[in-house]
């Protein structure tokens, strides 16, 4: 009980300074889309579309490929090689410099790529324009991200939000500044938010000089290059497993679209609102992640597995007060975004279902972060392929186009979900938490003279 105590309270007080980053995170580019929207109806679907689909790419390289760096990092903190963690974050920037480019391209020449994703030629035109601008600031995004899991693996949860703080507000008035002021209109959005990200990296670096930080930086070293595969191994399915979940959603997006207006604005309500509460579980899923593979690191394998079980239960318990909090507003939560009484009321019928799948993400969030702490990235993606796209991607369509609507594409996503989080939870379960421990400490799990110490330690 004492332990579960203490790995309870340690994964609330570090989740949420990481919760608030995210949020803070999302809410650049949420402001700059709102600021944009005051050019005209055109431009405001022109920002909203280009950010989605640079979410849908370009911040995957962060938000996915980063995961590695939970990992990695995590075990050589916890091991004590801090200097190693230093060379692991040049690796990481390497890496993931090299995987942005190919991002770059697509950004570039994406006018034809939209066109065939069913857009007009007219937003397909426009949203190319928008993201060439945001190219010099997605890498900005990386490294920002890299830099906060760097610091998050040494414990130092709150650095990116007090940078956020800052640059959030300055972010609003770049943007008004860049798009009213100086007159450029779309291209000042990106510019601008772009900017933000550089700035929120800068000052996070000097944090991690002057403040908390540098502990593990030894200089720039030339064995950054010499782990560059497994890193890259596991960046590549940490962005397949965050992306699969991402893309479908995105799938649906365009697929409430064909249902019409209403279901497209009732969706799109749902999808901001959801996307913000994300953040609470993909939070706790990097802290379980950090603290998974820190325990796994120093040879403790009970400590870990202790955590994965609190995890469990925290996510699933925040999840059920979240679902209960939506089920009591549903029928006044789409006057918070418009007056339309047809939208109001599809969003009254939907939010239960979105209510419900809270629980099965909370759950999803902590459990994916435990298989990302003992480097099993491959079967929350693999669980995640079989569960969106061989299930319920199919039948919510089916159900969307035969009578359900809106509500038939979120019985899809909610039954693809909670079987994600059910796998998963059983996965992690049945982990042999002894043998990933002495995979961390020694790289395999051939028995070595290290058995001895991780047989004292799991005591």
């Known amino acids: 009980m004492g332990i579960a105590l203490k790995e309870t309270k340690y994964l609330l007080a570090n989740s949420a300074?990481?919760?608030?980053?995210?949020?803070?995170?999302?809410?650049?580019?949420?402001?700059?889309?709102?600021?944009?929207?005051?050019?005209?109806?055109?431009?405001?679907s022109v920002a909203a579309f280009a950010y989605m689909f640079a979410m849908s790419t370009g911040w995957l390289i962060a938000l996915g490929g980063t995961t590695a760096f939970d990992t990695f990092g995590s075990n050589l903190w916890g091991a004590g090689k801090k200097h190693e963690l230093g060379i692991l974050f040049q690796t990481a920037i390497i890496i993931l410099s090299f995987l942005y480019l190919p991002v770059c391209l697509v950004w570039w020449f994406s006018k034809p790529i939209l066109i065939f994703l069913h857009q007009t030629p007219e937003?397909?035109?426009?949203?190319?324009n928008f993201l060439r601008y945001l190219i010099p600031g997605g890498l900005g995004y990386i490294c920002f991200e890299l830099l906060k899991k760097y610091l998050q693996t040494q414990e130092i949860t709150r650095a990116g939000s007090y940078v956020l703080l800052v640059t959030s507000p300055l972010?609003?008035?770049?943007?008004?500044?860049?798009?009213?002021?100086?007159?450029?209109?779309?291209?000042?959005?990106?510019?601008?938010?772009?900017?933000?990200?550089?700035?929120?990296?800068i000052l996070l670096t000097q944090y991690a000089k002057y403040v908390k930080g540098a502990e593990a930086w030894g200089g720039w070293n030339r064995k950054c290059i010499d782990n560059i595969f497994p890193f890259l191994k596991l960046s590549l399915l940490g962005i397949i497993m965050v992306g699969t979940e991402w893309w479908a959603f995105e799938i649906v997006a365009l697929m409430a679209g064909k249902l019409g207006a209403v279901p497209l604005a009732a969706q799109s309500i749902i999808m901001t609102t959801d996307q913000l509460l994300n953040t609470i579980p993909f939070g706790l899923g990097i802290i379980t992640s950090n603290r998974i593979a820190y325990y796994l690191g120093a040879g403790l394998p009970n400590s870990a597995s202790s955590v994965a079980e609190v995890a469990a239960v925290v996510g699933a318990t925040l999840g059920t007060v979240i679902m209960i909090i939506m089920i009591a507003l549903r029928q006044v939560f789409g006057k918070l975004f418009t007056e339309?009484?047809?939208?109001i009321n599809l969003v009254a019928i939907v939010?239960?279902?979105?209510?419900?799948?809270?629980?099965?993400?909370?759950?999803?969030?902590?459990?994916?972060?435990a298989l990302r702490g003992t480097k099993r990235q491959e079967v929350g993606a693999m669980v995640n392929i079989s569960a969106y796209y061989l299930f319920s991607l199919p039948l919510g369509i089916s159900l969307a186009f035969h009578g359900k609507g809106l509500a038939g594409l979120w019985i899809g996503q909610v039954i693809a979900l909670s079987l994600?989080?059910?796998?998963?939870?059983?996965?992690?379960?049945?982990?042999?938490w002894y043998m990933q421990a002495r995979k961390a400490v020694i790289g395999s799990d051939e028995p070595n003279e290290y058995s001895a110490l991780l047989g004292r330690n799991s005591q």
């Open 420 to 432: 994600v989080g059910i796998l998963e939870l059983k996965f992690v379960m049945a982990t042999d």
């Open 171 to 201: 972010n609003i008035a770049l943007n008004y500044i860049s798009i009213h002021y100086y007159d450029l209109g779309l291209k000042g959005a990106p510019l601008a938010t772009g900017f933000s990200y550089w700035l929120s990296f």
């Open 351 to 369: 939010l239960p279902l979105v209510a419900i799948f809270q629980i099965s993400d909370s759950l999803n969030g902590t459990m994916g972060g």
């Open 340 to 343: 339309d009484p047809d939208v």
């Open 123 to 128: 937003l397909a035109e426009a949203s190319q």
């Open 17 to 44: 300074p990481v919760i608030l980053g995210y949020a803070l995170q999302n809410s650049l580019q949420s402001c700059s889309v709102i600021i944009t929207g005051r050019l005209g109806a055109n431009e405001l």
